[in-house]
């Protein structure tokens, strides 16, 4: 009897940590919807106008009234003129991208990166706010492809990293011109991990047998619930190591200046010892960066929001659950 309610009192304990886990994935979906308020599509925005505007509500106090509306009116004199012909200053195009595992915002990214392509012209720049730490290699390696299209139609590319470019994150980040980072953000991680569990020897102890049809030799290497092999395990090294080769080519061709065997070992490093291992190129902060080119450069944010379906939105809500 007491073995029996033992057993009962952890089956609700499952059940009821179950029903919590998707109580409040329900709940980031759903939150998640709400905050939706624009449709699909593409939004740009004049930066140099919101720090105009974050300066007019300090401004506001510290010049006085009078001073403020005599300012103000010569700033809106000056907009409408620029509403009517234009201006003549080089223009700085924002992204963000913020990843996880499975690189999902590449497909708005593909939409930011067309939209700029088609209005950019000579001397114009894209600055990449990246906060990625990494995931899958193909979809990540998309990613960095999508930034590559900027370099290839001759614009500057810049990414400015002020949390975390890692792993799949610095696989993108690499492809930049100039890749800034904030003293702090974590950077590198080098290097190419898979990972599973195995439940062989737990279903072989309880009679259960698993049957498994592959053609060809190394269709499935290593498996969740069949007996591994050496030949497989040998066999994942290998592909691992082939797709490391291939990260440390992708910095070799665009960071040729980076020493890889101090570097490709799987180590991330904070900003100010990226920057002694020429991972990064200079020490700032986004924000300070974009201040000062607001001085010399029409900033303008381009954001591309999608319409995720309800198993995206789930999918999404889990894995912030994960992280969090």
């Not at 308020?37 to 401004?59: F, I, K, M, P, S």
């Not at 370099?151 to 011109?177: I, P």
């Not at 002694?276 to 900033?299: G, M, N, P, V, W």
Request: glycine share 6%; charged share 25%.
């Amino acid at each position: 009897m007491l073995e029996f309610l033992s057993d009962y009192s952890l089956f609700l304990a499952e059940l009821l940590t179950l029903a919590v886990i998707v109580l409040v994935v329900t709940v980031l979906v759903v939150s998640t919807a709400k905050r939706r308020t624009q449709a699909d599509g593409l939004t740009v925005e004049h930066l140099n106008r919101r720090y105009e505007n974050l300066g007019d509500t300090v401004r506001r106090t510290v010049d006085g009234s009078e001073r403020f509306k005599l300012a103000a009116k010569q700033r809106r004199k000056e907009h409408k003129q620029l509403a009517k012909k234009g201006s003549d200053r080089n223009r700085l195009f924002v992204l963000d991208f913020k990843g996880d595992i499975r690189a999902t915002a590449t497909a708005s990214l593909r939409e930011e990166v067309s939209a700029i392509l088609a209005a950019a012209g000579k001397g114009d720049q894209v600055l990449v706010r990246l906060e990625n730490p990494g995931g899958t290699v193909h979809e990540h390696g998309l990613a960095a492809s999508q930034l590559l299209r900027i370099k290839q139609q001759g614009l500057r590319l810049l990414v400015a990293v002020d949390k975390v470019a890692a792993s799949g994150g610095y696989l993108m980040a690499c492809v930049a011109d100039e890749i800034l980072a904030a003293p702090f953000a974590i950077v590198g991680s080098i290097g190419v991990i898979a990972q599973l569990p195995n439940f062989h020897r737990f279903l072989e102890s309880r009679g259960v047998d698993f049957e498994q049809v592959t053609a060809g030799r190394y269709k499935r290497t290593l498996t969740l619930f069949g007996e591994n092999t050496e030949e497989g395990r040998a066999k994942l090294q290998q592909e691992l190591e082939d797709v490391h080769q291939l990260f440390k080519q992708q910095i070799a061709e665009h960071r040729p200046q980076v020493d890889l065997d101090a570097v490709a070992t799987g180590e991330h490093w904070y900003g100010l010892r990226a920057l002694e291992l020429k991972l990064i190129d200079r020490i700032t902060t986004s924000d300070d960066f974009l201040l000062a080119a607001a001085q010399e450069h029409d900033i303008y944010s381009v954001t591309y929001k999608r319409r995720r379906s309800l198993p995206e939105r789930f999918m999404a809500g889990a894995e912030t659950l994960l992280s969090r």
